[in-house]
């Protein structure tokens, strides 16, 4: 039963106020062995691989169905890796391999380790809004974060295997789907996530610490795009599992 209510057993809802995702490039070598055998990375180039800091203000998450009054509101904080995973049809889908999520109240991290396998945390957050400068801090987890938003003319970060937004804009996040995989019954979880009105802006990044991130030890990672993306209806259908078939599924690819 236990398993079960983890595999995403409903669909839910919510409001993003606003998701600033911030995309790290590195070597593909160097985040392989992150993922799981039945993923392969979402590649730019032959060469870069991607990691995300997602930093979510949610309002009114609740199960799909459920009148707003029944929802919570929650700051969440993802670290993610851009995956590909093909189907046992063959289909090809593009999307999150999730390594952490945090968030600042308690009965996020009760209900979402209950419903999910998303390794929720609790930890302090603070958001703070000056003028068009937004700043995300938590002195539990070592992260420290100040973006420009509202600029015309935003710079690629230095670095940035990109040549322009355009590129960019391929690897803002949340992609449609998230993948759970389950080596010992060699099951795939697939959760897809449908969005409106997704128009993500380019903002510049003036700071960023991320202990989470050093603890990976990847020894050459660099920003490579930062977005936000503002007042977004978003749900994620119930999930769905299938067996992964091994090689014959990454010959599919």
């Known amino acids: 039963m236990n398993t079960f209510l983890k595999d995403h057993p409903f669909a839910v809802e919510a409001f993003f106020e606003s998701s600033i995702v911030l995309t790290f490039s590195v070597p593909r070598e160097e985040l392989e062995k992150f993922i799981p055998e039945c993923l392969e990375l979402d590649v730019f180039g032959d060469k870069w691989a991607f990691v995300a800091v997602a930093l979510v203000q949610t309002k009114d998450l609740r199960p799909k169905g459920f009148p707003r009054i029944l929802g919570n509101d929650f700051f969440l904080i993802g670290y993610r890796i851009f995956v590909r995973y093909t189907t046992n049809e063959g289909k090809k889908l593009r999307g999150l391999y999730i390594l ?9 991290e009760f209900f979402g380790n209950i419903f999910t396998h998303y390794k929720y945390t609790t930890t302090d957050i603070q958001f703070e809004v000056n003028g068009n400068y937004k700043s995300i801090t938590s002195s539990q987890s070592g992260l420290s974060i100040q973006v420009e938003v509202g600029q015309e003319d935003v710079q690629l970060p230095d670095n940035s295997p990109f040549k322009n937004w355009s590129e960019a804009r391929k690897f803002a996040g949340p992609l449609p789907f998230t993948f759970t995989y389950t080596p010992e019954t060699k099951e795939v979880l697939i959760i897809e996530g449908v969005r409106q009105n997704w128009k993500p802006e380019a903002i510049t990044v003036k700071k960023h610490s991320i202990s989470f991130l ?26 769905k599992k299938e067996k992964w078939n091994g090689k014959e599924n990454l010959l599919r690819g």
């Open 100 to 108: 952490k999520s945090e968030t600042d109240k308690k009965k996020m």
């Open 214 to 239: 050093k603890a990976l030890q990847l020894p050459e990672i660099h920003l490579a795009n930062a977005f936000i993306i503002n007042n977004i209806p978003y749900y994620w259908k119930k999930g």
